[in-house]
């Protein structure tokens, strides 16, 4: 079982949906990380959180350490927020991620 | 403040030439972490260096494959000898120094196909 798991791997959905990615992780970490991939593009750093909410624009990330659960959301979704969404954690003074395996996300105008 | 910036993002190499990949980090970082991300996989850490020092190479392939951050100038991985399975995208995050270690930026990374 991996240390990372996200779901759902695939997501395909019409503009203006709300979306939710989920992340779920079986280790002790110190933080959680959301990045965006585009096709043929570099990384992008969403967020980066170990408690509570953030919010960015239309983004939306939440975590529950006792859970050991995140969700990314996006509101009013848009075909240029296609894209594989990957969420990492790293674990004390680590600085190494671990990676999860990324949900590529479609949205169709 | 410009981000990290990685060059070339495209490179082109034939089995056995060497590929030189740099990293620019964000002003006033002082970590860089190089990854690879081979075709259709997660990104996987290859190693972590500070100012003229490799603070941690664990992932990083025990031939061919070297890294330094000098005291001036970028990061540089370095790949001898290119083989086909060296294709991948390679991607350098860097942080800034003291605590913050985890609040990693990433360049765009650097695409290499070896023919």
């Known amino acids: 079982k991996n240390e990372v798991e996200q779901s759902p791997q695939n997501l395909t959905a019409q503009e203006g949906e709300f979306i939710t990615i989920n992340c779920s992780y079986s280790v002790g970490i110190s933080a959680l990380h959301w990045l965006q991939q585009h096709p043929g593009g570099g990384i992008v750093s969403l967020f980066m959180?170990?408690?509570?909410?953030k919010k960015h624009g239309r983004l939306i990330a939440t975590i529950n350490i006792q859970e050991k659960h995140s969700s990314l959301h996006i509101t009013a979704s848009h075909p240029r927020d296609s894209a594989v969404y990957i969420c990492?954690?790293?674990?004390?003074?680590?600085?190494?991620?671990?990676w999860g395996a990324g949900t590529k996300l479609i949205i169709k105008p | 403040n410009a981000g990290v910036m990685q060059n070339p993002r495209h490179l082109v190499r034939r089995r056995g030439q060497e590929a030189r990949l740099r990293c620019s980090p964000m002003?006033?970082?002082?970590?860089v972490y190089w990854y690879r991300q081979l075709p259709e996989e997660g990104l996987k850490f290859m190693v972590y260096l500070q100012k003229e020092n490799i603070i941690d190479e664990s992932g990083m392939p025990k031939e061919r494959f070297s890294a330094e951050f000098p005291k001036e100038g970028p990061s540089i991985l370095r790949i001898q000898q290119v083989v086909r399975g060296d294709s991948a995208a390679y991607f350098c995050?860097?942080?800034?120094?003291?605590?913050?270690?985890?609040?990693?930026?990433f360049g765009p990374g650097t695409r290499l196909l070896v023919l």
């Open positions: 959180l170990s408690s509570g909410k």
């Open positions: 995050a860097s942080s800034p120094p003291g605590l913050a270690k985890e609040t990693q930026y």
């Open positions: 002003k006033g970082h002082s970590h």
């Open positions: 990492a954690v790293s674990l004390g003074s680590n600085y190494q991620l671990i």
